[in-house]
């Protein structure tokens, strides 16, 4: 069953850190770019971070840059998210995504986990 | 930034309405922009890419144009389960996305 499986989320104190993992099933992890999205309650949609196929590169919003580590493990089907000094408008769903790509450009997220819920609260 | 702005906001239509949602982009982005749909609870889906690119299994019902600054979804017949939420996103820069338009079915 082609699917993405989101893991790790939970209630953190402010500061804290927290690794969400991302589980990919059915079809050829490695060829893939990723994408973490995240949404806040009741907000639209705020793209995170990407990490090309092979890992090679790798790209954060302004928002999370220095915080948050994007990395994968194609041996295992694994994406990951580290998140360092967590603040309160870093609640959100956290959602994985496969990209569409073509000749370099990205299309579109074709495939979606569930979302992991962090809520950063004291 | 590439900032995208959809419009309207908030849509109501009937059953069987011809339904447009626009988005616009701060600055052009070829046709690097795909729109999605967004259930309650729900993760997003996406409808369309390269701007007009029907992804595999949505209706035909949904249809997507324009190039630049200035996109469109169309849906030809509206129907119950087309409520939700869409979005837009462009790929040319940095990925955004637009700030979402809430359908309603009267």
């Known amino acids: 069953q082609v699917q993405l499986v989101e893991s790790g989320g939970g209630v953190v104190q402010p500061g804290r850190s927290l690794r969400l993992s991302c589980a990919a099933s059915g079809f050829t992890f490695s060829d893939y770019g990723m994408f973490w999205v995240r949404q806040a309650p009741g907000k639209g949609l705020e793209w995170v971070t990407l990490i090309w196929y092979d890992g090679s590169n790798k790209y954060y919003a302004d928002s999370v840059k220095g915080r948050f580590t994007i990395s994968r493990d194609n041996s295992k089907n694994m994406l990951f998210l580290q998140i360092h000094g967590l603040r309160g408008d870093d609640t959100a769903v956290y959602y994985c995504?496969?990209?569409?790509?073509?000749?370099?450009?990205?299309?579109?997220?074709?495939?979606w986990g569930q979302g992991t819920l962090v809520t950063v609260s004291a | 930034d590439i900032q995208l702005t959809q419009s309207p906001s908030f849509l109501s239509a009937s059953v069987g309405d011809r339904v447009t949602i626009t988005c616009r982009a701060s600055?052009?982005?070829?046709?690097?922009l795909a729109w999605y749909q967004q259930k309650p609870g729900k993760a997003p889906s996406l409808l369309i890419h390269?701007?007009?690119t029907l992804q595999s299994g949505v209706p035909s019902r949904f249809s997507g144009s324009g190039s630049g600054t200035d996109f469109t979804l169309t849906i030809s017949s509206l129907q119950p389960e087309d409520c939700g939420t869409y979005y837009c996103?462009?790929?040319?820069?940095?990925?955004?996305f637009g700030q979402g338009t809430k359908l309603e079915i009267q």
């Open positions: 995504a496969r990209a569409l790509a073509n000749s370099g450009n990205w299309l579109g997220l074709d495939l």
């Open positions: 996103q462009q790929f040319d820069g940095f990925p955004t």
């Open positions: 390269t701007a007009s």
């Open positions: 600055q052009g982005v070829g046709r690097w």
